[in-house]
């Protein structure tokens, strides 16, 4: 995790190096996203978690010239499974609903190639650590590396506030200390409002 801090400063400290510093922001962002979880146990595989919720995501960044710019950001899922365990011959309670929360804390660098226009496309992507919470059975979890990827489209609002439009595909690899289980894979779609001074 130091080794990864360390990496994401120093990409975020020579981005800052190459393009001027032009400016900060504030955002938030509400989501709705679908996350997805096998569980292996030997040579079968199913896919455990199918879930789908509300997020919320909240950053400060910097911007760098026209076509950077880059943010620290926490990230808050409530995910709720959207069928139950039966018949999967999973070795615990088959007939409740799985219920987790996620929370990320990631660097994201965002990369604009025609540059600040009136809808300015976008390509991101982020680095950072990631924790579950089990909400229904209390399995044991543990912190882990995340990742996440994101295209999205920015329009100003007024010169100090824009709306930004984003699909994303984030993880979070083997979060829980528990056997056979595998990453979480999150998709999902959102919308934020950037606030910039």
Not at 77 to 103: R, V
Not at 137 to 158: E, I, R
């Amino acid at each position: 995790m130091k080794k990864l801090t360390a990496v994401m400063a120093m990409l975020l400290c020579t981005a800052g190096g190459l393009m001027a510093f032009s400016g900060q922001y504030v955002s938030v962002k509400g989501a709705y996203e679908a996350s997805k979880q096998e569980y292996s146990e030997g040579a079968r595989s199913i896919n455990i978690f199918d879930a789908k919720g509300p997020a919320l995501g909240l950053s400060y960044g910097a911007y760098f010239g026209e076509s950077l710019r880059a943010e620290i950001n926490y990230n808050y899922k409530d995910l709720k499974d959207t069928k139950t365990l039966a018949n999967t011959g999973i070795p615990f309670d088959s007939g409740s609903t799985i219920k987790t929360a996620q929370h990320t804390f990631l660097a994201n660098v965002f990369y604009y190639p025609f540059g600040r226009i009136i809808i300015s496309p976008f390509v991101g992507a982020g680095a950072g650590y990631g924790i579950v919470k089990d909400k229904t059975y209390g399995l044991p979890t543990k912190g882990n590396f995340a990742y996440a990827v994101y295209l999205g489209a920015d329009y100003p609002l007024t010169e100090k506030f824009a709306i930004d439009l984003t699909a994303s595909y984030n993880a979070i690899l083997n979060p829980y200390d528990y056997p056979g289980y595998k990453n979480i894979n999150n998709f999902g779609g959102g919308l934020g409002l950037r606030y910039s001074f």
